[in-house]
């Protein structure tokens, strides 16, 4: 990676030198009876949690590692200790039904939950060596190098330039700007709709066109992963269709972690899966995690068989 | 699932049906009675004539005045000519050599007014930035009713509390020739008249910012401050300018404070330690004079009345035009 993670440390921070070696010593430890496996290894079942984790085959680095990451809101547990692994220029799918908390695990990958008061998150989510729950991490940080799109398009009322432009400008981006901006809009398969009226507002365009914007938007930040919230929920079958294509395409570079919905789209643009549900107590966990072809066709507990081919929620 | 109506637990029809049967027997009742449809009781119609003319009395007052402005505005101007009003820089109005040149008044009435403007426009913004953005909800629950009794301050007290707080602070910094009566310590207390319609307006702009524009921001890195003043603020725009002309047009029509502590001084110059009038306090010295009726020094309040509306009027219409104008549509 480019830029060391030192960066995202308060380098005042108390605790950062305890914090700077990257040893499982200073994760709290596991409870007993969590396996811990970092890329899968054969599959596991967990006596409480009883996740499933098929075995990753291929040799793929791991962008993010989830160890035992829980989530509150106030008194209420959203998500209780996942552990799994999100693999590197791969697209990973969140799937299951309503309230089993994938948006909140999606909005811990970037601290975004930081900004809920009375959010808590406990566990491990190791980025680079580092955790990105610690609290000494900057959440600010974090989200210039964990972009994310959300389920709206929610470009800002500024020209289509200044969408694509400003979170290079906060950030300090000394370059070239047009430059930046047209890669970005290139990536995002918008350049060719919009290279003539780049000074017409981001609101004008049509909402498959505003969420590609989102997504150049997040790409000129060059993020290492980008998170995407049900981002084609809110759009027609053609441009879910041009989202799900450019999902592919990004792939190639970028790590990409998308919920959804919709287990067609998730069977489509995926590499991995992640099963959810939430049981009577409404928390959330993790039910399945492989490659998204064994999810589909080999599922092995009786609930992602029953949700993937429709007989739940 | 979710798309069934609710059974009755002991299973009797589905709630939608017994909803539809209710709306079917109470159609009759549940429609709106118009005037002159024949259903309506007599004590309807007077209930609905009395109401039609407290509604329209207003709109008949505000008619009148200006009818009245108007007319003796045209009779001023039969004996004074136009271009001694508009084209004159020299009032005296009360003197034995009587010259009415408003650009004294309106002059003095703008530097009171950008004064006011300088001090309220930060302080009004910063406040609503800090309310909207930054506050914890129960600090804001706080603050904001505070924010608006301070509003509603009788403004002669802010007249007095600038002679007796403001000025002789202005003499401190600017040595003892400066007198007590001048137009940056009238202009600051207008100023502070004035913050809590910047501040609450804008705040109500920028809480109307939708929370998806935020969390886009942040998603970026973009820190607080990058958020609330580089997504949030432009994103208000509208409020936010609709928000300042609105208290410009109430700084130029403030009159209490102005007259108290501006001096009566009608002229031209630029310095703003020396004492003003605004057209405001002019028509106070005027009316509280015994000008006899017919007088031209009468006649001459409706004309300087009418300059004053015109121009308030025309900011409140440019506010209306901004907010319309600028206004960002979100879903």
């Known amino acids: ?313 | 699932m979710a798309a069934q109506a609710p059974r009755d637990p002991r299973g009797g029809p589905p709630q939608d049906t017994v909803r539809s049967l209710l709306a079917e027997l109470w159609r009759d009742k549940l429609q709106p009675s118009r005037p002159g449809s024949g259903r309506e009781t007599l004590t309807g119609r007077i209930i609905h004539g009395a109401l039609f003319l407290t509604a329209t009395l207003s709109a008949f007052v505000t008619i009148g005045i200006v009818l009245v402005l108007i007319f003796e505005t045209v009779e001023f101007f039969r004996e004074v000519p136009f271009i001694d009003f508009f084209g004159s820089t020299k009032w005296s109005a009360l003197f034995a050599e009587k010259q009415f040149g408003v650009w004294a008044l309106v002059w003095g009435t703008g530097m009171i007014a950008l004064i006011g403007l300088a001090v309220a426009i930060p302080l009004g913004l910063m406040a609503a930035v800090f309310l909207s953005e930054y506050s914890p909800p129960r600090v804001r629950a706080i603050i904001k009713p505070i924010l608006e009794i301070l509003a509603g301050v009788p403004t002669v007290v802010f007249g007095y509390f600038a002679l007796v707080s403001v000025s002789p602070v202005i003499r401190d910094i600017f040595g003892e020739d400066v007198g007590i009566y001048n137009a940056l310590s009238a202009g600051i207390v207008v100023g502070l008249m004035i913050v809590p319609i910047i501040a609450s307006l804008s705040e109500d702009a920028m809480r109307a910012v939708p929370r998806s524009l935020r969390e886009g921001a942040y998603a970026l890195g973009s820190t607080r401050m990058e958020v609330s003043l580089r997504v949030v603020l432009p994103a208000a725009f509208s409020g936010v300018v609709a928000s300042i002309i609105l208290a410009a047009s109430r700084a130029v029509g403030e009159t209490m404070a102005v007259t108290i502590a501006g001096g009566g001084n009608p002229q031209f110059g630029v310095n703003p330690l020396e004492a003003v009038q605004t057209m405001t306090a002019m028509i106070v010295q005027l009316s509280l004079g015994d000008t006899p009726t017919t007088s031209i020094e009468f006649k001459v309040l409706f004309a300087v009345a009418m300059t004053l509306f015109v121009l308030t009027l025309a900011m409140n219409i440019v506010a209306q035009w901004v907010s319309q104008r600028f206004r960002e549509e979100y879903e």
Not at chain 1, 289 to 302: A, H, K, R, S, V
Request: aromatic share 6%; charged share 25%; proline share 7%.
């Open chain 1, 1 to 313: 990676m480019a830029r060391n993670f030192f960066t995202l440390m308060r380098s005042s921070a108390p605790g950062a030198t305890a914090a700077a070696e990257p040893d499982r010593a200073t994760a709290p430890p596991p409870p007993p009876n969590v396996k811990q496996d970092d890329a899968g290894g054969g599959v596991h079942l967990d006596p409480t949690l009883a996740a499933v984790r098929h075995e990753i085959t291929e040799a793929v680095d791991m962008a993010l590692q989830l160890r035992n990451v829980s989530a509150f809101y106030g008194t209420f547990q959203a998500i209780d200790r996942m552990t799994m692994p999100i693999p590197q220029n791969r697209v990973t799918a969140l799937i299951g039904p309503s309230g089993c908390g994938k948006s909140t695990l999606l909005r811990c990958f970037n601290r975004m939950n930081d900004l809920i008061p009375g959010a808590r998150m406990e566990g491990e989510i190791e980025f680079e060596g580092r955790n990105l729950l610690d609290p000494n991490i900057d959440a600010v940080e974090v989200r210039r190098r964990i972009g994310m799109v959300f389920q709206k398009p929610n470009p800002f009322p500024k020209s289509i330039y200044e969408n694509v432009a400003f979170g290079a400008r906060i950030n300090g981006y000394s370059g070239d700007m047009d430059r930046l901006v047209e890669d970005a809009l290139r990536r995002a398969a918008l350049w060719d709709e919009v290279k003539d009226e780049l000074d017409k507002s981001g609101l004008a365009l049509s909402g498959g066109q505003q969420q590609r914007l989102c997504i150049a938007r997040a790409i000129a930040v060059q993020p290492e992963i980008i998170l995407m919230d049900e981002p084609a929920s809110a759009l027609d079958p053609v441009a879910t269709l041009k989202i799900e294509d450019l999902m592919r395409e990004l792939a190639e570079h970028y790590t990409i972690v998308v919920v959804t919905h919709n287990m067609q789209q998730a069977g489509r643009v995926s590499d991995y899966t992640a099963f959810l549900l939430a049981g009577e107590e409404r928390v959330g966990r993790l039910v399945e995690f492989g490659p998204t072809q064994e999810i589909f066709t080999n599922p092995l507990d009786q609930r992602t068989e029953d949700y993937i081919t429709g007989r739940y929620g």
